[in-house]
């Protein structure tokens, strides 16, 4: 069995800097294009020092075609900071962070009222908002405690094009049915494991994230969003890559790294489940249509001859564990 993916997207990205960043940025390069999170240290936050970044993932990727939807790290601003960005070459989205919620987050918004100008201007310009959707409560609850400020974003902004990002809550998914303006992204894990495949046996420091994987009723109500085709929510691997020896370590930093096999494990699960019609949406249509993307034209043939993932990927001085890192998946890409 085959099936051909037409520009394959990942809406949620992070590549990283210098030697980490050479080492991954290939590893996505099935993708067509993916949407770059501005995490680094220190934050992205100009137009010109995502101008720089945009280069220097162009240069990691050597000569594979990818296009770079860059983001911005949200911080107040103006009218005149917005147009600059919005005129500024791969400029995508401002991603919005709770202060200290994540990975190099310290930066972030602490109240939302301060950044209520910037999300009216935002708003009028047509610049949509990507959303890290998490509380300061406690871990399991972090997502459906922030699902109130999701609804009176979209309440208080209707025409602001809103992405709820890596969702992992059946309640997440109710939200998104009730508002036009939000759409969505689901990581390949939260399609997958719940917390009893994080610390219910053995800790699993390479399946720690942020958000962290929840209860089999919200992974079950994700994947059948995902395979019925629902038609805002997309694919955004959230693949996560930090040294392996930042995983392995007490402090484990957060993170699953997936870029490497996220296409061939997403057509395995859509095949087992006979959904394998609705991966193009998944991984692309929903994406285009709803931010109007024409990703550069890049075809990727997904067969069903089994992929060994390499237990690390390392150089550049740098070693990453990916996901099921020694295991087989049932499906690969067709070189
Ligand atoms: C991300 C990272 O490491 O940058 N970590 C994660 O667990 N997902 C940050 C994020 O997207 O929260
Ligand atoms: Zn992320």
Not at 96 to 113: D, H, K, M
Not at 244 to 266: D, I, M
Not at 305 to 317: E, K, L
Request: net charge negative.
């Amino acid at each position: 069995m085959e099936i051909t993916l037409d520009s394959p997207l990942d809406m949620h990205l992070h590549l990283r800097d210098g030697d980490m960043l050479k080492l991954v940025a290939p590893l996505s390069g099935d993708f067509a294009g993916a949407v770059i999170m501005p995490n680094l240290v220190p934050p992205v936050t100009e137009p010109g020092g995502m101008l720089a970044y945009n280069q220097r993932i162009r240069e990691a990727m050597g000569n594979t075609p990818f296009s770079c939807y860059m983001t911005l790290f949200f911080t107040k601003q103006n009218e005149q900071q917005l147009a600059l960005a919005q005129s500024t070459p791969s400029f995508f989205a401002y991603k919005l962070y709770p202060a200290g919620i994540t990975t190099n987050s310290e930066g972030g918004v602490a109240r939302l009222a301060e950044a209520e100008n910037t999300l009216k201007l935002m708003e009028e310009m047509g610049i949509p908002l990507l959303v890290h959707g998490e509380s300061h409560g406690f871990v399991m609850d972090r997502e459906a405690e922030f699902l109130g400020v999701y609804r009176q974003l979209a309440q208080q902004f209707p025409k602001l094009r809103i992405c709820m990002e890596h969702i992992t809550t059946a309640a997440a998914l109710d939200l998104l049915d009730e508002f036009e303006n939000l759409c969505a992204t689901v990581t390949l894990q939260h399609l997958i494991i719940t917390l009893d495949d994080v610390a219910g046996g053995a800790l699993q420091p390479h399946l720690f994230c942020k958000p962290i994987a929840k209860r089999p009723g919200d992974r079950d109500a994700l994947l059948q969003a995902a395979l019925s085709g629902h038609p805002r929510l997309m694919f955004g691997s959230d693949s996560a890559p930090h040294p392996r020896c930042k995983k392995e370590a007490c402090g484990c930093a957060a993170g699953v790294f997936t870029a490497p096999l996220a296409l061939p494990k997403l057509a395995e699960i859509f095949a087992r489940h006979g959904a394998l019609c609705q991966l193009q949406s998944f991984v692309s249509g929903n994406a285009r249509r709803i931010y109007g993307l024409t990703p550069l034209a890049k075809q990727v043939t997904l067969q069903n001859t089994p992929m060994a993932v390499p237990g690390s990927y390392r150089s550049y001085g740098q070693q990453v564990v990916p996901m099921y890192a020694g295991e087989h998946i049932s499906w690969s890409i067709k070189s």
